[in-house]
């Protein structure tokens, strides 16, 4: 069985470049989501680009649909009912479950890396999956939600890597997720993954004095700030691999 | 709102120091201003030493005073249950979708943003939102709510009449996906919510034209990192303000050339190229744009102190 490795952070953090890094540490396995990017920075990287699984959110009400209606036309029909577009809106998040869904299956047999979405909208899903069980008692989306579920339950089976830049606002909130993820799902484990982390010039000469304070002050404050906080990995500054 | 208050409302990206502007901005304006955050994260709160709160809470800092509250969901559904009572089934519902659906607490968010809004007597309103990533959400739903109000919203609480076949059609398959029952209670809730439908109808309407009025600005934080895709993602949004503002916080542009191939110089001199990029991408999507910015300065303490030398910046 595989592993789903969902990588989260907020915007701008190094998600695409932490999920490339982890995917070649786990020989290599696929990556959905941000194709483009990926692509761009495995080039950058000087790192082979893993086989990518690119989600169109689009389909995904479609692709429920045909799992319910069996007949593709009335699936198009109905995926493109702005009603039922409202209607989901205001009763499950269907399209994060959908999501959710997909990528556990595309991890049944293999190792997958997801370049997921920012911290918030992936709390979002999460809770979605909750809301789902505690609101609906029986029909295909209240199924997909105990699949997932189960899914999350189990050791080793999902993994959360919550992608932070030593800032106090980030750190505050990794924590935060980790707690609230460790709330909805104990066993899920949540790793804390710190990037650019900066280290103090050797030689303050060579370097003009109005950075002095920024080159000298902020390697400082990171370290303290790595000392309040446990981390599954620390990345460096330029560092590729 | 009175006819001579000012909005200005406060984007950007996770970690960008958007709660410190925010903050900066409310201090800057007129004495008695309101900073009314819709972030769901305390973050604003805590710099300021306040616990998070939807009551307003008045804020010091040296001769400056103003209040700051944040939109609550659950005081909205107060609000709505005195006028029109829900039961226990409909008010579990409500609880429910806030805890779970993002685009719902957008939604209520912005009817709270809307009424606040019109209410507030302040001569300046700062309206602090949530990361960009989760905002775009927001800008959409501020798009979607009159639409969703107006036209769905009317067709589903007429379950019990004149439904037409489009929507029992719709209705059937929504039921494959919840159960029967769910959608009982799906439609139930929308019913309670249709008692209240001129309420957000006005909201809506009221927001729309709050959020593009000629009162109103709207300003993006971003830094030299930021990447050039907040640009465009905002461009449907951005390009319907009146007024709007970018601030390049953290600029490095105008520290001195450094050279070396020291790691330090490499950053200091990629955040150069970057920044350069970035003002060049705004200002060929939002040729009218303002643009400002910020020098980097050593931040982290979040003390008092280091708030006070933002502010003055």
């Known amino acids: 069985m595989g592993s789903l490795h969902l990588v989260t952070g907020k915007g701008g953090v190094g998600k695409t470049r ?21 692509r761009n920075e495995a080039q950058k990287m000087n790192l082979p680009c893993p086989e990518i699984f690119k989600i169109e959110s689009k389909d995904l009400l479609e692709d429920f649909l045909i799992s319910v209606l069996k007949v593709k036309k009335i699936a198009q029909f109905a995926s493109q009912s702005k009603l039922l577009q409202n209607l989901v809106q205001v009763a499950p998040n269907l399209d994060e479950i959908a999501l959710f869904k997909k990528w556990i299956s595309l991890s049944a047999n293999q190792d997958l890396v997801v370049d997921a979405p920012s911290t918030g909208n992936l709390l979002g899903i999460f809770d979605a999956i909750k809301t789902a069980e505690k609101m609906f008692e029986g029909g295909l989306l209240r199924q997909a939600a105990d699949d997932i579920d189960q899914a999350l339950n189990l050791p080793n089976r999902v993994f959360v890597y919550a992608v932070s830049l ?36 050797e030689d303050l000469s060579s370097i003009p004095e109005a950075y002095h304070d920024i080159a000298t002050k902020r390697p400082e404050l990171e370290k303290k700030r790595i000392e309040a906080f446990s981390f599954w990995r620390v990345i460096q500054e330029g560092e590729t691999k | 709102m009175t006819e001579s208050s000012r909005i200005c409302f406060v984007w950007g990206p996770g970690g960008v120091g958007k709660s410190h502007l925010a903050i900066r901005q409310t201090y800057l304006a007129p ?3 309101l900073l009314l955050t819709l972030d769901p994260s305390p973050r604003v709160f805590n710099l300021l030493g306040k616990e998070r709160s939807s009551e307003a809470q008045n804020v010091k800092i040296e001769d400056q005073n103003f209040s700051i509250k944040s939109t609550d969901a659950n005081r909205l559904f107060d609000k709505l249950n005195k006028i029109s009572p829900a039961n226990e089934q409909v008010a579990r519902y409500f609880k429910q979708l806030v805890n779970g659906l993002q685009e719902f607490r957008n939604y209520l968010a912005l009817i709270e943003l809307a009424e606040e809004l019109q209410e507030a007597k302040n001569p300046f309103i700062v309206v602090d939102t949530p990361p960009f990533h989760e905002a775009v959400g927001l800008h959409r739903s501020i798009f979607t709510l009159k639409d969703f109000f107006e036209k769905s919203l009317v067709q589903l609480a007429f379950k019990s009449g004149i439904l037409n076949l489009g929507v029992k059609k719709v209705i059937d398959i929504t039921k494959s996906f919840l159960g029967k029952t769910a959608v009982e209670q799906a439609l139930n809730f929308l019913e309670w919510l249709h008692s209240h439908l001129e309420r957000f109808q006005t909201a809506a309407r009221t927001l729309e034209s709050l959020t593009f009025g000629d009162q109103t600005e709207h300003l993006m934080v971003l830094t030299p990192e930021s990447s050039l895709n907040y640009i465009t993602q905002g461009k449907s949004f951005f390009e319907k303000s009146k007024k709007l503002r970018f601030l390049i916080n953290r600029s490095v542009l105008s520290l001195p050339a450094i050279s070396g191939n020291s790691s330090f110089a490499r950053e200091m001199n990629q955040l150069k190229e970057s920044e350069t990029k ?14 400002e910015s910020i020098p980097l300065m050593v931040m982290g303490e979040d003390s008092q102190e280091e708030l006070l030398k933002f502010i003055h910046s």
Do not use: W
Request: proline share 7%.
């Open chain 1, 18 to 38: 932490f999920s490339l890094l982890l995917s070649s540490q786990l020989g290599g396995c696929p990556i959905a989501e941000k194709a483009d990017q990926i």
């Open chain 2, 31 to 33: 004495a008695e201003s």
């Open chain 2, 278 to 291: 970035l003002i060049s991408k705004i200002q060929e999507v939002f040729p009218k744009a303002i643009i």
């Open chain 1, 166 to 201: 030593p800032e106090n606002s980030a750190l505050e909130e990794m924590t935060q997720i980790k707690q609230h993820l460790h709330q909805l799902y104990p066993n899920l484990e949540c790793r804390l993954v710190l990037n650019r982390l900066h280290e103090c010039p």
